[in-house]
């Protein structure tokens, strides 16, 4: 079955720290490329990164850029988002994709508050 | 980050067609065309359309995606109830070197 699980949400303080992670299975992980995207409570969805196959291009919308970081492990079929100096408006369920958007996760909600 | 603009809702009657619009600009939409995603509360995206207006396998003949200029649009005949949902577009902007989601549409079936 094709999947793809996120973890590693939680409730965290704002300025405080979070690194999530997507495991891929039931498809040849290291052929594409993902991305994440997160969506806050009743909002739409925004683009967060993307990362290529071979890691050695990463974008990312302009709000997390210096914040976040998204990183991969083709060997671990897996795909992180290391999320750092986080701020309320951080508050968003997280999904993994792959970049063509035709596999998604279920999705893990980080939520910053204190 | 500029998005892409969509309007916030349409309704339309049971069995009727609904197009669903999606401006941008020469940089995303009239570069590269746009995607199309629909969300059913509680549930992750998923795809309807992709690049060059492709449909993705298992996908209803009834979505139909189109491009003119800067403007996207999905097209979704012989409205069932279970196509009330929210629909987004995306596209790639080069400008931005980024993904852009425009805000979405909730449609709703009469």
């Known amino acids: 079955e094709v999947q793809l699980v996120e973890s590693g949400g939680g409730l965290v303080q704002p300025g405080g720290s979070l690194r999530l992670s997507c495991a891929a299975s039931?498809?040849?992980?290291?052929?594409?490329?993902m991305s994440w995207v997160r969506q806050a409570p009743g909002r739409g969805l925004e683009w967060v990164a993307n990362?290529?196959?071979?890691?050695?291009?990463?974008y990312y919308v302009d709000s997390v850029k210096g914040r976040f970081t998204i990183s991969r492990d083709n060997a671990k079929n897996s795909l992180y988002l290391q999320m750092n100096s986080l701020r309320a408006e951080d508050t968003a369920v997280y999904f993994c994709?792959?970049?063509?958007?035709?596999?998604w996760g279920q999705g893990t909600m980080v939520t910053v508050s204190s | 980050q500029a998005g892409l603009t969509q309007p916030p809702s349409v309704s339309k009657g049971l069995r009727q067609t609904a197009t669903l619009t999606c401006t941008g600009n020469?940089?995303?939409?009239?570069?590269?065309?746009a995607a199309w995603l629909q969300q059913h509360q509680g549930h992750p995206p998923k795809l309807l359309s992709y690049?060059?207006?492709k449909r993705p396998s298992g996908i209803s003949e009834r979505f139909s995606a189109s491009t003119s200029g800067n403007t996207a649009s999905l097209t979704i005949t012989g409205l069932q109830p279970e196509d009330e949902a929210d629909y987004y577009c995306?596209?790639?902007?080069?400008?931005?070197?980024?993904?852009?989601f425009g805000g979405g549409t909730k449609l709703t079936v009469l």
């Open positions: 020469s940089n995303n939409v009239g570069d590269q065309g």
């Open positions: 690049r060059d207006n």
């Open positions: 990362i290529n196959q071979d890691a050695r291009e990463k």
């Open positions: 995306l596209a790639w902007d080069s400008s931005l070197s980024a993904r852009v």
């Open positions: 039931g498809f040849t992980f290291s052929i594409y490329s």
């Open positions: 994709a792959t970049d063509g958007f035709d596999i």
